[in-house]
């Protein structure tokens, strides 16, 4: 069932990437713990396992790096925040998980000046790069509230993905996130963890 869930949303993209191109997707949420992390690495990897795609899962949540921290500990690499800063090439922070069309560029380490670093033009450097290399990047984002980090990824992004934890986010939370967000960029919501019951009752 949450495998056929991705699936619909890999054709919802595919078909969207009909009319306007969607290579860079950032992921995020209102606030953190909504399950953006879980929903970015489930999408790239069926995109890349099951769909052939040549798929770039990219961590951007430069304050909390749960995937490299957690998710694919894959201990001491160069990341993102080394490419930015200038202190290694991009091609060696990338790096292709097992025998798979799955690559992942990890954050590295948590960064406090991360809106620095996001807004800086060597990430949109990075960006335009990989966007050249990759049938599609899937972006772990930063949640939206109450940092900055999200407003500025935001606008270097084909599409936004906006995940809501069913029964569990405040409505006038998804309303501010949504609101702090450009429409235009804004592909869907996930609803994640819904059940029947839920996808009829959860309205904002």
Known sequence: MVAERYRILYTRLEQLSLKNSYKTIAITSAIKGEGKTTTAINLAYLMATEFGKKVLLMENDLRCPAISSGYLNMGRLNGLIDVINGDADLRSAINRLDDTNL???PARASA?????????Q???????NVKAHFDYIIIDAPPILPLVDMNILSRMVDGLLLVVRAGSTPKDLVKKAVGALPLKNLVGVVLNGADDVHMKKYYY
């Open 103 to 105: 690559y992942f560029l």
């Open 122 to 128: 060597s990430m949109r450097s990075v960006l335009d």
């Open 112 to 120: 406090k000046n991360s809106s620095v670093l996001l807004d800086s």
